[in-house]
């Protein structure tokens, strides 16, 4: 990811920044993805999921890295996922472990 998404933790972060960038209204974004400009808020707003067939789209129609977009959009769907967990940051940290050393699910 580039320096300057740093600051920015979630999908809908992203995307309001790149609208905003570019100077469209919520609307415009949805009409390239066949959703309402409600639809575009709520995702801005991380009250509502965006599909993940939208980012490869987004992501052309903002110029931006698709792994840039399919990052921030995996990273909400674990949050929601381990929303309320109280075990979630060290489940986290040994997902983390587990991937940095190459970690294969063996199938019995």
């Known amino acids: ?11 809908g972060e ?6 905003d960038t570019k100077h469209l209204m919520q609307r415009e974004v949805g009409n390239v993805i066949d959703v309402d400009g ?11 999921p965006l599909n993940r067939k ?6 052309k129609f903002f110029n931006v890295p698709e792994d ?3 990052i921030l959009w995996l990273a909400d769907k674990i949050n929601h996922f ?3 967990e109280i075990y979630a940051s060290e489940a986290l940290n040994i997902v ?3 991937y940095s050393k190459g970690f294969k699910i063996k199938i019995k």
């Open 38 to 48: 409600a639809f575009i808020s709520k995702v801005e707003n991380n009250e509502k």
């Open 82 to 84: 381990l929303k309320g």
């Open 68 to 70: 840039e977009l399919q």
């Open 14 to 19: 992203k995307l309001r920044h790149l609208r």
């Open 1 to 11: 990811m580039s320096k300057q998404s740093f600051h920015i933790s979630t999908l």
């Open 96 to 98: 983390s472990e587990r």
């Open 54 to 59: 939208h980012i490869q789209t987004l992501s």
